[in-house]
């Protein structure tokens, strides 16, 4: 699913990432670390939200770069703060803004099916008797709960998942968490939450803009714990 080859990143004068060289084939892969370790800047560069300044880089085949389009038909971001991807005055308008149109394939772009897929995802995700509020009057869990539905709107092949419960209290933060994990789709999620990493198949752990370890994910943050207790 995701191939890097000597991978660095910079930003401004800061090297955020340096020579990853990583093979992730498992469908949900948590990426741990500390703060400034480079797990955001991981997360980002997959997504194709900042680009790599050296090496060679596949995202579901893709690359990030020349494919910058499918990538993102084919892939979904979630981030810690809901309010930076909420952007459309009602809770329904904001999910249906996922499928304006060219972030569709132009089969699927009909007004019938655009539809029917918003009233599904406020469905799914508990929304539907707030299709009329206010996008911004709600709480940090409905929030949250929107932002995923506008994520998976869209059926992603990839959902990258920053943070996403960092601001949530313990009730949401594991409904969210359900969230994410059910389903077909790929998942790369990056967080603080072991417990949450540990429901993953197999975690990278980030040090200081290079890759620590990789595996499965209970001996990756069983590293990570050694060491925090160094």
Not at 15 to 30: F, K, M, N
Not at 134 to 141: C, E, F, I, Q, T
Not at 157 to 169: C, F, G, H, K, R
């Amino acid at each position: 699913m995701i191939s890097l080859r000597d991978v660095s990143v910079r930003l401004g004068e800061v090297e955020a990432l340096r020579d990853v060289s990583l093979e992730l084939g498992a469908r949900t892969i948590a990426v741990i670390g500390d703060n400034g370790s480079g797990k955001s800047t991981f997360a980002r560069l997959l997504a194709g939200l900042v680009p790599a300044t050296s090496g060679t880089l596949r995202v579901l085949g893709l690359d990030p770069t020349r494919d910058a389009d499918e990538l993102r038909r084919r892939v979904a971001v979630v981030f810690s703060n809901p309010d930076a991807q909420i952007v459309m005055p009602t809770v329904a308008e904001d999910v249906a803004f996922s499928l304006r149109p060219q972030r569709r394939p132009r089969k699927r772009t009909g007004d019938t099916d655009a539809a029917a897929r918003v009233a599904a995802a406020l469905a799914h995700f508990g929304l539907a008797p707030l299709a009329d509020r206010p996008s911004h009057d709600l709480s940090g869990g409905q929030k949250q709960l929107l932002a995923l539905a506008g994520a998976f709107v869209r059926r992603p092949d990839l959902v990258i998942a920053d943070e996403p419960t960092a601001y949530l209290d313990a009730r949401n933060a594991r409904r969210i968490a359900d969230h994410l994990f059910a389903g077909s789709h790929r998942l790369v999620l990056a967080t603080h939450d072991l417990t949450l990493a540990r429901r993953c198949d197999a975690a990278v752990l980030f040090s200081d803009g290079s890759v620590r370890a990789t595996g499965d994910a209970d001996s990756v943050t069983a590293q990570y714990e050694a060491d925090i207790r160094c």
